[in-house]
């Protein structure tokens, strides 16, 4: 069974738009990862959340942790061909691997 | 900015040969781990390591793989006997700590196996 949902599954944006991901959990979120994947650079951290109600910001990307919906979401503001990529929600297994969400694919349209 | 590296980026390999994947963590880093990606599916974790032992592993690491830390810097995976089914992208990652401390990962190593 799937523990980490994300939606939608992909999304293509015009820049400037803005844009939110969506990741839920089957389990108690502990912690939550953001990941970004690019062909050749791996996955890129973008930001860990770790208490309900708790909400990071990098640049223009805002990740919150709604711990009893169990779900985060990732919002772009203003997006840029550089955000495009494929998102990844990642849940903290409380010792050390990380399981990971079935991710997200953004395209940005110039 | 430290980052781990990975080296081959690429690998053929044909099944029954064994393979080598080398990594190199991050220096002051002590946990290591190893992940894989096969084309279209999700990132899966295979293992993880610990003061030269291995701390965690899921079912797909059987008796095929292998990892060691050869040294003060190296990281490796072997695969001893290659099947079609392991090709797939294969990440390294390392941490400072565990217990949700932020996993670092590398660019990944392509590994085909023919």
């Known amino acids: 069974s799937q523990e980490l949902e994300q939606s939608p599954q992909s999304l293509i944006v015009q820049e400037g738009k803005n844009l939110t991901i969506n990741c839920t959990s089957s389990k108690t979120l502990y912690g939550l990862y953001w990941y970004k994947q690019k062909y050749g650079e791996g996955l890129i951290f973008l930001m860990m959340?770790?208490?309900?109600?708790e909400e990071k910001s990098h640049e223009k990307i805002t990740a919150k942790l709604d711990e009893k919906k169990q779900q985060s979401s990732l919002h772009i503001t203003a997006s840029q061909p550089s955000h495009a990529g494929i998102y990844l929600c990642?849940?903290?297994?409380?010792?050390?691997?990380?399981?990971f969400g079935t991710g997200t694919k953004l395209q940005v349209i110039p | 900015e430290p980052e781990v590296t990975q080296t081959p980026s690429h690998q053929v390999t044909q099944m029954g040969q064994e393979v080598i994947l080398r990594c190199v963590p991050i220096?002051?880093?002590?946990?290591f781990y190893w992940y894989r990606q096969i084309l279209g599916q999700k990132v899966e974790f295979l293992v993880s390591f610990y003061n030269n032992e291995i701390s965690e592993k899921s079912e797909i690491f059987d008796d095929q793989f292998s990892v060691e830390r050869p040294d003060g810097s190296n990281f490796t995976l072997k695969i001893r006997s290659t099947k079609l089914e392991d090709s797939a992208m294969y990440f390294c990652a390392s941490s400072e700590a565990s217990g949700g401390a932020t996993q670092y990962f590398g660019p990944g190593t392509r590994l085909l196996v023919l």
């Open positions: 220096s002051n880093h002590l946990y």
């Open positions: 959340l770790q208490k309900g109600g």
């Open positions: 990642g849940l903290s297994g409380g010792y050390q691997k990380v399981t």
